[in-house]
């Protein structure tokens, strides 16, 4: 089995190289990942300069792109055939609600079930990165059911696990995404040049929270772990819009 593993924190981060250190032992891993942190990129490609391709000393591939640049780069231009899965992460944060729509995390692992691979998004669910390793056994023990069970239909899971020891997790659980207050808003600042500056504010706390949800689910000391889509069709407002349309 070959896994293409890119990530959001930059090919350096410690969260990936725990990944890489719990996929190894299954799988043949293939690093590309951006060349610095790009948190919140989101999907966007780079289409305004070229993107170029370097190796580090550990073996790992960067790009001077964003982490949807990397998978497609890696998947369209680097490797001989395609990956048998992609593995995102390990983030450091959760990437649970709307976080969803501005991860880099998810959109790496976005970007590979865009083109037909089935693909993983990990993140640990705090800020201070104690237990890459229970993300790193949550996210190899996934593979190896993935490879004894594979789902035969396009998969895209985002996975978020608790940053506690791997033996105070209280299992898996499938969840639908829940949903964040609005943001806090940007900090204004001046800087030692006296320009006035800005820092986007904190995501806002969780508010749609309940059982079932990814933040329920976390907060219970269980791994989250959601099938994404990509259609972002409102269904349910599609007969209104017509009617108001007419």
């Given at each position: 089995m070959r896994i293409l593993v890119s990530n959001d924190d930059g090919y350096f981060a410690p969260g990936i190289?725990?990944?890489?250190?719990?996929?190894?032992p299954?799988?043949?891993?293939?690093?590309?990942?951006?060349?610095?942190?790009?948190?919140?990129?989101?999907?966007?490609?780079?289409?305004?300069?070229?993107?170029?391709?370097?190796?580090a000393a550990?073996?790992?591939?960067?790009?001077n792109g964003t982490p949807t640049d990397c998978v497609h780069l890696a998947v369209t231009g680097l490797l001989d055939s395609l990956p048998d899965m992609i593995v995102s992460g390990i983030n450091l944060g959760a990437?649970?609600?709307?976080?969803?729509?501005?991860?880099?995390?998810?959109?790496?692992?976005?970007?590979?079930?865009?083109?037909?691979?089935?693909?993983?998004?990990?993140?640990?669910?705090?800020?201070?990165?104690?237990?890459?390793?229970?993300?790193?056994?949550?996210?190899?023990?996934?593979?190896?059911?993935?490879?004894?069970?594979?789902?035969?239909?396009?998969?895209?899971?985002?996975?978020?696990?608790?940053?506690?020891p791997y033996g105070e997790l209280s299992g898996l659980e499938v969840t639908r995404l829940g949903k964040r207050h609005k943001a806090e808003p940007v900090?204004?600042?001046?800087?030692?040049?006296?320009e006035t500056v800005y820092w986007?504010?904190?995501?806002?706390?969780?508010?749609?929270?309940?059982?079932?949800?990814?933040?329920?689910?976390?907060?219970?000391g269980a791994v989250s772990v959601t099938p994404l889509q990509i259609d972002l069709t409102h269904v349910s407002q599609l007969s209104v819009v017509r009617d108001w349309i007419r």
């Open positions: 190289s725990a990944l890489v250190g719990a996929l190894e299954v799988a043949q891993v293939i690093v590309v990942a951006p060349e610095r942190n790009r948190s919140g990129a989101s999907n966007s490609l780079t289409l305004d300069r070229p993107l170029i391709l370097k190796q550990n073996g790992y591939y960067y790009v990437n649970m609600g709307d976080d969803t729509l501005y991860s880099g995390t998810v959109a790496a692992a976005t970007e590979g079930f865009l083109l037909g691979i089935p693909s993983l998004a990990i993140s640990l669910t705090s800020s201070e990165g104690g237990h890459f390793s229970t993300a790193g056994r949550v996210a190899r023990e996934l593979v190896e059911r993935y490879l004894r069970d594979p789902i035969r239909e396009p998969l895209l899971l985002n996975v978020n696990v608790p940053d506690r900090v204004r600042m001046q800087s030692p040049r006296n986007v504010g904190a995501a806002g706390a969780a508010q749609d929270a309940g059982p079932g949800t990814d933040f329920h689910a976390v907060e219970a």
